[in-house]
C-alpha cells in the first residue's frame, strides 16, 4: 500500500522541504516532488488544511470499515437470538433445551477472557492492525464451525470461538480508533463502531428471520472477509509505529489520518516526547508490571471503568441482545411476529446508536450516560409494574414501553463503556487495560445470560425488569460522581488528569483557565 508523506518539514518555518511516497510494505522510499510543490512558503503550506474531495474519500473508506467491522461483533452476538427459537422448534433440526440454550447463549461471553488475555500481548507485539487481521480470522473460523455443524458440541465450538473473536476485536478496535482520531472525532469515531455492532445485530436478526440457522452462518462469513480486504488499505496506528521506534512510519501514518503536514509532525513530536519521559521515568524508578498498575495513574481509570461495566452488564443492556426473540415471545401477547418485533427492537437499537453519535459531537459522556441510564431506569420499572399488574397487557403498550427501554439504554448505557476503553487508560498500559476491563465485561456478562432462565422463573419477568431499573439507577448515580468528562480532550488530556490528585469527579481539582464540562 502505497501512501503520501512528507518526511522533512520545518515547523519553525512551515515550509515543505522534499516529499516522499512510502510504501508500507517495505523500507523503500521514492522521491516525490509534485505532491506538495505548492507547499513552498507558510502561506501555501496552510493551503494543504483545506479538505479535498481525496481527503473525504479517505474519511469515509474509514468509517465504512469501522461500520463493518463492527457489525461482526453485532452478528456474533446477536446470533443466538435468532439460533435458540429455530433449535427449540418443534422441526428443529438440532432440538435442544432451556439448558443448552442458555449454554450456547453465554459460551460466547465466556470465552471473550481468553481472546481479551490475548489481545493486548497481540497488538503490542504485532500491532493494532495486526491484531484485527487476526481478529478477522477467528471470526471466519467461528461460524466455519457452525456452519458445518451436525452436533451441539460443534455448534458450541463455533460461538466459544465467536467470543474469543470479539475480544479480539473489541479492544484492538477501540484502542485503534482512540489512537488514529483526532481528538475532535475521537466521540463520533468510536461511536461509529457502535452504529456498525447495533447494525450487525440487526442484519442477523433480519437474516434470522428469513432464513435457516445455518443459512445465516456461512452468510456472515462474506461480512470478516469484506473487513480484512479494507484493513490492508489502512495504516498501523502512529501511537504503535513510535513506541517502537518506527517514526518515519509514524509520521506516514499520522498524515495518512489527519491530512495535514504540521498537525501530523506535531502530533509525532507530542508522542516521542511522552513516550521518551516514559522511558526515562522507568529507567529512573523502575517497577514491575503489577506495581504499574497499583499506580494511581492507572489503577484509578482500572476501577472506574470495571465498576461503570458491572452496571451495564447487569442493566440487561446485552440479554436483550442475546435472548430478544425469545422475551418477546414470553413477556406477553405482543399480537406480531417475533421475529418481526425482535427486527423492529434491532432498528431502533440502530437510530438511537446514530442519535447517540451525533449527540457526541455536541455534548459530553456525562450527560449522555446520566440520561441514558435514567431513561433505562424509568422505562424498566414501567415496563415490570406493567406486567405485574396486567397478565395480559395491551400489546402496543408493552411493546412501546420494551422500545422505550432498549432505545434509553443503546444511547449511553449500551456504547460509552466500550467506547471509553480505549481513550481512559494510560498510553503505556492502554492494551492490557483494555483487555482487562473487556474480560470484566465478559465476566458480568456471562453470569445475567447464564442466570436468564433462572431469573425468569425466579423473580418473574416483572421482577427481572425492577432489578433492571433499580440498576440503572444507580448506574445513573454512579456515572454523577465517578465519570470523568473526556469529550474534546487529547488522550494526553485524559492522562494527565488522572496523573493529579483526581478520582471521583465531583471532587476534581479544576483550573481556572479551562473548566471541565460538568
Known amino acids: 500500500m502505497k501512501i503520501f508523506i512528507l518526511l522533512q518539514m520545518s515547523v519553525r518555518y512551515g515550509a515543505l522541504d522534499t516529499t516522499y511516497i512510502y510504501d508500507d510494505d517495505s523500507d523503500d522510499y ?3 516532488e509534485e505532491l506538495y510543490q505548492h507547499a513552498r512558503t507558510v502561506e501555501d503550506s496552510q493551503k494543504v488544511h483545506e479538505k479535498t474531495w481525496w481527503d473525504v474519500a479517505l474519511e469515509s473508506f474509514l468509517v465504512i470499515y469501522l ?27 438440532l432440538q435442544i433445551d432451556d439448558e443448552m440454550g442458555s449454554w450456547m447463549a453465554s459460551i460466547n461471553s465466556a470465552s471473550i477472557p481468553i481472546g481479551a488475555l490475548f489481545s493486548g500481548i497481540l497488538m503490542n507485539y504485532f500491532g493494532r492492525k495486526g491484531a484485527l487481521l487476526i481478529y478477522v480470522g477467528t471470526v471466519i473460523v467461528g461460524w466455519v464451525f457452525i456452519l458445518i455443524a451436525e452436533s451441539h458440541t460443534l455448534v458450541l465450538i463455533g460461538r466459544f470461538f465467536g467470543g474469543i473473536a470479539t475480544s479480539l476485536g473489541m479492544v484492538p478496535g477501540q484502542v485503534y480508533i482512540a489512537e488514529i482520531s483526532h481528538s475532535s472525532k475521537r466521540g463520533s469515531y468510536s461511536s461509529i463502531s457502535f452504529i456498525g455492532l447495533s447494525f450487525g445485530i440487526l442484519l442477523i436478526y433480519c437474516l434470522g428471520s428469513v432464513l435457516q440457522w445455518r443459512i445465516v452462518a456461512g452468510l456472515s462469513i462474506i461480512i470478516p472477509v469484506v473487513s480484512a480486504l479494507m484493513l490492508l488499505y489502512l495504516p498501523e496506528s502512529p501511537v504503535w509505529y513510535v513506541r517502537n521506534g518506527n517514526l518515519d512510519k509514524a509520521r506516514n501514518a499520522c498524515f495518512w489520518f489527519r491530512r495535514n503536514i504540521r498537525e501530523a509532525l506535531e502530533e509525532v513530536d507530542e508522542l516521542v516526547k511522552r513516550v521518551a519521559n516514559e522511558n526515562r521515568e522507568r529507567e529512573e524508578n523502575p517497577r514491575s508490571t503489577l506495581a504499574m498498575f497499583l499506580s494511581p495513574q492507572v489503577l484509578k481509570p482500572l476501577i472506574i471503568m470495571n465498576v461503570l461495566i458491572m452496571f451495564q452488564s ?9 435472548y430478544a426473540v425469545e422475551i418477546i415471545s414470553e413477556i406477553g401477547n405482543i399480537e406480531m411476529n417475533h421475529f418481526l418485533v425482535g427486527v423492529i427492537t434491532a432498528a431502533v437499537r440502530v437510530a438511537f446508536t446514530i442519535v447517540a453519535t451525533i449527540s457526541l459531537a455536541f455534548i459530553g459522556r456525562r450527560p449522555i450516560a446520566i440520561t441514558s441510564a435514567l431513561g433505562a431506569g424509568i422505562s424498566a420499572m414501567s415496563l415490570g409494574t406493567i406486567l405485574y399488574f396486567s397478565p395480559n397487557p395491551n400489546s402496543y403498550l408493552l411493546a412501546g414501553t420494551l422500545l422505550s427501554y432498549i432505545s434509553s439504554s443503546t444511547v449511553g448505557l449500551l456504547i ?16 492490557l487495560s483494555g483487555s482487562i476491563s473487556f474480560s470484566m465485561f465478559s465476566v458480568f456478562t456471562f453470569i445475567i445470560t447464564k442466570m436468564y432462565p433462572i431469573l425468569k422463573q425466579t423473580f418473574k419477568f416483572y421482577g427481572m425488569f425492577w432489578f433492571f431499573g433499580t440498576i440503572s439507577f444507580l448506574a445513573a448515580v454512579y456515572v454523577y460522581i465517578a465519570l470523568p468528562e473526556t469529550k474534546g480532550k487529547t488522550l494526553n488530556d485524559i492522562e494527565d488528569y488522572f496523573l493529579g490528585n483526581n478520582f471521583l469527579w465531583v471532587t476534581r481539582k479544576t483550573s481556572g483557565t479551562n473548566q471541565e464540562q460538568t
Not at 461500520?67 to 433440526?93: D, E, F, H, R
Not at 460509552?416 to 492494551?431: D, N, Q, S, Y
Request: glycine share 10%; proline share 5%; net charge neutral.
Open 416 to 431: 460509552l463503556p466500550g467506547m471509553m476503553l480505549g481513550e481512559i487508560f494510560p498510553a503505556k498500559v492502554r492494551a
Open 30 to 32: 521514492e522521491f516525490e
Open 314 to 322: 447487569l442493566s440487561g443492556v446485552y440479554l436483550f441482545v442475546f
Open 67 to 93: 461500520l463493518i467491522t463492527a457489525a461482526n461483533n453485532g452478528m456474533i452476538m446477536g446470533y443466538s437470538a435468532v439460533l435458540l427459537p429455530q433449535l427449540k422448534a418443534v422441526n428443529g433440526s
